[in-house]
């Protein structure tokens, strides 16, 4: 593993902004990420694949080290207790995004593993907690149980996961209580006239095979010129004809089993409904719990049209022929209320433009070209990610000390 640049100095901080053995605590953990990323990384494998753990670990790592500048940047007031719901995937990344790196400013701080991977995020944290030491307690309690004893009480509340839970949780919040929710999102990506098909193709490939397809980053719609369709399909084929399936702890896998069984089920639904847009893969073993990467063209997408959302390797392809009105169809309806993060390829400036309204883009590279965790991330779509203060829900990119400094204006200074 690769170790991030060195950590900086807590002295160049002022006192009054972050707790010198807080700081401390958590430059301990980013050196044991470094010196025993070999351990973290075997757990992480249990539910990830061995690329997908290694990446987690490096951008975790490069989390902590911007921890302080961004607490020095947001300038967030002292909360006295959040309460988190993490999510089922990239729990280490998580671990710091809404817990370690929240600690710097907040006293109390208590989360709920997600079900699906309780028994990893346990180890995982009395791996972290050894460590750091920090007043950050793990609940094992069923979800009504927490919401009383944990949420309600709580001064920021994180919750990671379906847009229609969170709404459930929101409603039973109140006044001056701040309310992260972060989702997912439809992340559109578009192959314009001019793009480097050969590129496109091979960077598809990369955010959507990332982790087996199980990452909240993962395109669910694929929209390509019409003049590029068939040579960006042949040059997608061609990249995924070379992939190799293995275990997640096989350095040289590209994809591996579907951890989660209902992505499976979904995936494999889709698959059947699609099943005559279906030009490569489309092999769906449900013992071995291995779905292979798959290509589907379809239809042009209309604003009626429903892009489910994928958490495996699947290719949702369709072609556009009219710039605007591809522009008006991915900011209208569902679009928009998904709207996340989208990503061009090629020459569409007013598209990029209209995308740039609702969604973060990027131009010739991928989502993950821009993943920073000290970095508001996100778009603005309600179903994608929101802040509520209990009076206002904001549709906007979120970064905790971020919404607490600009949202909890009540808060400890």
Excluded at 114 to 132: F, P, W
Excluded at 250 to 272: K, M, R, S, V
Aim: proline share 6%.
């Amino acid at each position: 593993m690769s170790s991030a640049p060195a950590w900086p100095t807590v002295a160049a901080e002022p006192e009054d902004r972050v707790d010198g053995r807080r700081a401390a605590a958590v430059h301990r953990v980013r050196d044991f990420l470094v010196d025993n990323a070999d351990t973290v990384h075997a757990l992480l494998c249990e539910i990830s694949t061995h690329r997908a753990a290694r990446y987690e670990i490096e951008s975790t790592i490069a989390t902590l080290d911007g921890a302080l500048d961004e607490v020095a940047t947001h300038r967030p007031g002292r909360v006295p207790r959040l309460a988190a719901f993490m999510p089922s995937n990239v729990i280490l990344y998580s671990y710091a995004l809404y817990l370690l790196v929240p600690a710097l400013y907040t006293e109390r701080l208590v989360f709920r593993p997600s079900s699906r991977v309780k028994d990893q995020m346990c180890r995982l944290h009395a791996l972290l907690a050894e460590q750091h030491r920090l007043p950050i307690t793990l609940s094992t309690a069923s979800q009504r149980e927490f919401l009383q004893d944990h949420v309600s009480p709580a001064d920021v509340v994180v919750f990671t996961g379906a847009y229609a839970n969170a709404e459930q949780i929101r409603a039973r919040l109140s006044p001056g209580q701040l309310f992260l929710f972060l989702g997912s999102g439809v992340n559109p990506f578009v192959v314009a006239p001019g793009a480097d098909v050969e590129r496109a193709a091979r960077d598809a490939l990369a955010i959507r095979v990332l982790n087996t397809g199980q990452d909240c980053l993962g395109p669910d719609l694929f929209s390509v010129h019409e003049s590029l369709l068939d040579p960006f399909v042949d040059a997608l084929v061609g990249e995924l004809k070379g992939l190799r399936y293995g275990p997640y702890t096989d350095p040289d896998a590209d994809f591996g089993p579907i951890f989660y069984e209902n992505a499976l089920e979904d995936g494999a639904q889709f698959l059947a409904r699609n099943r005559g847009g279906i030009v490569h893969g489309g092999h769906v073993d449900f013992r071995a719990r291995r779905l292979d990467p798959t290509v589907v063209v379809g239809d042009e997408v209309t604003p009626r049209t429903h892009v489910p959302e994928f958490f495996a390797p699947i290719f949702n392809v369709a072609s556009y022929r009219d710039e605007d009105a591809l522009a008006a169809t991915l900011t209208t309806g569902t679009f928009t209320e998904r709207a996340l993060g989208s990503s061009v390829y090629g020459h569409a400036p007013a598209l990029v433009q209209a995308l740039r309204r609702r969604t973060t883009v990027t131009l010739d590279t991928t989502l993950l070209s821009i993943d920073d965790g000290n970095a508001p991330f996100g778009g603005y779509g309600r179903m994608a990610n929101y802040i509520s203060d209990g009076q206002e829900v904001r549709a906007e990119p979120v970064l905790v000390s971020k919404a607490v400094a600009a949202y909890r204006p009540g808060g400890d200074r």
